[in-house]
């Protein structure tokens, strides 16, 4: 949700970040709706003031036997209440309005973040690790699986439909063996709290986060009006909505491992085949809630700790810095971390880590107190993947992969896997 102060102090600056998006000028828009929202009030206010002194003028007409003056006062009282109902409900209307205008308009991006339509104009930060150099014509990480006879999309197409898979055996264990080393990784060495989130979440929850209104068609509704999480972000982040912290318990860090649950509504075409675009996947989420001043410097901690995921289990990745026309809603900067992927011969995303600014905490109504001060202040709010469990997976089966299509089981990971250095068909 963005601030309508600071849009009446600068239209001309939030229509030009608005155009780096590639959206069209709102200033206007919005702060001639703001103007009639203020006038409706201003004159609810004047018509309640003057109900209130018309009806302590009855009582003075009728002591003074006025009785003609006091029965046009007691007709003035009834059409000023009449006109206060009217008033009320057009300012309702009004708020909603403004309300749900604001509501469908996305963050605005930070000045180093490059311009551009889509992730052509992504921008390389950094790169780690080599591509493993393979004797053998690298297989897909679904088509290693499959032959394992370990993963089984045709089960899960049976009972559930397309974008669906079920793991067995040593890659149920693996997925099993990620999340733990992740969730081990992140609360023991980088101080995140660990979390155990509800994976279902009413509508404010997500209108917190910036899924809801605009992106309903992603999501998985429930008969009993309530959402399945597209990803531990939602429940984690509203954990501080409607609340108000000291400055001294900031940063929150918290992470979760869970399920996440994504229509995939415009991906018809796309990853059709494989775990890289799932409707159900497991991932270990990063939330932040920090100060204002510490918020871009968290961005790159959590960006750090994602990557060091990678960097325990041998994975090449790259890091791009996302353009304005490739960052999500509720984002001002972005890093996606690309892991390699020799089946794809290509760098595929396996986690963003975003700032959000004070964008998601205005939805929640989430501020902090500073420290020895009394004005209260909005939180700013990150987010960031640490890691997508499955898309780990598959980074680990294609560039652990052997000539016979077993799969070299990383160190970090053995000791969560009893010792088992491979999976294989022996």
């Given at each position: 949700?963005?601030?309508?102060?600071?849009?009446?102090?600068?239209?001309?600056?939030?229509?030009?970040?608005?155009?780096?998006?590639?959206?069209?000028?709102?200033?206007?828009?919005?702060?001639?709706?703001?103007?009639?929202?203020?006038?409706?009030?201003?004159?609810?206010?004047?018509?309640?003031?003057?109900r209130n002194s018309a009806s302590k003028e009855i009582g003075n007409a009728k002591a003074a036997g006025d009785d003609k003056k006091a029965q046009a006062l007691i007709d003035e009282v009834a059409a000023l209440k009449a006109t206060l109902q009217t008033g009320?409900?057009?300012?309702?209307?009004?708020?909603e309005a403004l309300k749900g205008a604001l509501a469908e308009i996305p963050n605005l991006p930070l000045d180093d973040v490059p311009v551009g339509a889509d992730e052509a104009a992504n921008i390389e930060v950094r790169r780690w690790g080599e591509p493993p150099a393979l004797s053998f014509a690298p297989q897909q990480h679904f088509e290693l699986g499959e032959a394992l006879g370990l993963m089984d999309f045709e089960a899960a197409a049976k009972m559930s439909g397309a974008r669906f898979v079920v793991l067995k055996g040593a890659l149920a264990w693996l997925e099993r063996a990620l999340a733990a080393f992740m969730l081990d990784l992140h609360t023991g060495e980088f101080g995140y709290t660990e979390v155990v989130p509800p994976a279902l979440v009413r509508d404010q929850a997500l209108f917190g986060t910036g899924q809801l209104p605009k992106f309903a068609d992603d999501l998985f509704a429930t008969t009993q009006e309530s959402w399945l999480i597209p990803t531990a972000e939602v429940p984690l982040t509203n954990l501080v909505r409607e609340s108000t912290l000291?400055?001294?318990?900031?940063?929150?860090?918290?992470?979760?491992?869970?399920?996440?649950?994504?229509?995939?509504?415009?991906?018809?075409?796309?990853?059709?085949?494989?775990?890289?675009?799932?409707?159900?996947?497991?991932?270990?989420?990063?939330?932040?809630?920090?100060?204002?001043?510490?918020?871009?410097?968290?961005?790159?901690?959590?960006?750090?700790?994602?990557?060091?995921?990678?960097?325990?289990?041998?994975l090449p990745y790259r890091v791009m810095l996302l353009s304005t026309g490739d960052m999500g809603f509720s984002a001002r900067k972005t890093y996606d971390i690309e892991v390699w992927l020799p089946g794809q011969e290509t760098y595929r995303e396996i986690s963003s880590c975003s700032v959000c600014g004070d964008f998601q905490a205005r939805r929640m109504?989430?501020?902090?107190?500073?420290?020895?001060?009394?004005?209260?202040?909005?939180?700013?709010?990150?987010?960031?993947?640490?890691?997508?469990?499955?898309?780990?997976?598959?980074?680990?089966?294609?560039?652990?992969?052997?000539?016979?299509?077993?799969?070299?089981?990383?160190?970090?990971?053995?000791?969560?896997?009893?010792?088992?250095?491979?999976?294989g068909t022996d």
């Open positions: 949700m963005h601030d309508l102060k600071a849009i009446r102090d600068d239209p001309e600056g939030f229509d030009k970040r608005l155009a780096a998006r590639g959206l069209e000028p709102q200033a206007s828009a919005l702060l001639d709706l703001d103007s009639a929202r203020r006038a409706s009030v201003a004159t609810l206010q004047e018509a309640q003031t003057r009320e409900d057009e300012q309702r209307r009004l708020d000291e400055e001294a318990e900031l940063p929150l860090r918290l992470t979760a491992w869970t399920p996440c649950f994504r229509a995939e509504a415009g991906a018809a075409g796309k990853d059709t085949r494989g775990m890289i675009r799932q409707h159900q996947f497991s991932k270990v989420e990063l939330v932040s809630i920090t100060t204002p001043g510490a918020a871009l410097d968290e961005l790159e901690r959590m960006t750090g700790c994602a990557e060091e995921v990678l960097k325990r289990l041998g109504d989430a501020r902090f107190r500073s420290k020895g001060g009394k004005d209260l202040e909005f939180v700013h709010t990150l987010n960031g993947s640490g890691l997508a469990v499955g898309r780990t997976m598959v980074a680990l089966l294609e560039n652990y992969q052997q000539a016979n299509g077993d799969i070299t089981i990383p160190e970090a990971l053995r000791p969560y896997m009893g010792g088992l250095e491979k999976i």
